[in-house]
């Protein structure tokens, strides 16, 4: 359970309430939760996906190093009006990489709208992906 308040008295009142009704731990303020940085100063908060993205990128081994090197970096997810079509291609021997990556990027679109259309039409390919859908699959992750 998070809690999160502008009020300090009441936030520890509320822990206290509920040490006495049920066994728990205080781990403190939280800075890493469900793939979501957050960094917080007397203010405001910032949250944060960037070590998320790190991570899938790494997950995809196309690190900073990688991407820069060897790839040119987009700055679209998506051609405009690009058509993929089930059979674009050669089949992908092995789609489980695939299909994990989607499923990263369905997660990360939840709070980056940008890529929230390309994932979509990826998405759509998870079953049967071909190369033409893993260079496009390639493409959102240049871009993130």
Known sequence: MDIIGSDPMAIAFL???LRSELEMKDLGFFRYFLGIEV?????DYLLSQ????ADLLDRATLSDHVVTTTFSLV?????????????????????TQYMELVSSLIY?????????RAVYVLNQFVNAPTLAQYAVLLRVLRYL
């Open 108 to 116: 990360l679109s939840a709070t980056r709208p940008d890529i929230s």
């Open 15 to 17: 822990k206290q309430h």
């Open 39 to 43: 960094v917080s100063s007397s203010h």
């Open 50 to 53: 960037q070590k998320y993205i």
């Open 75 to 95: 700055f679209t997810p998506m051609e405009l009006h690009f058509k993929l079509r089930r059979n674009d291609g050669i089949p992908l021997l092995q789609h």
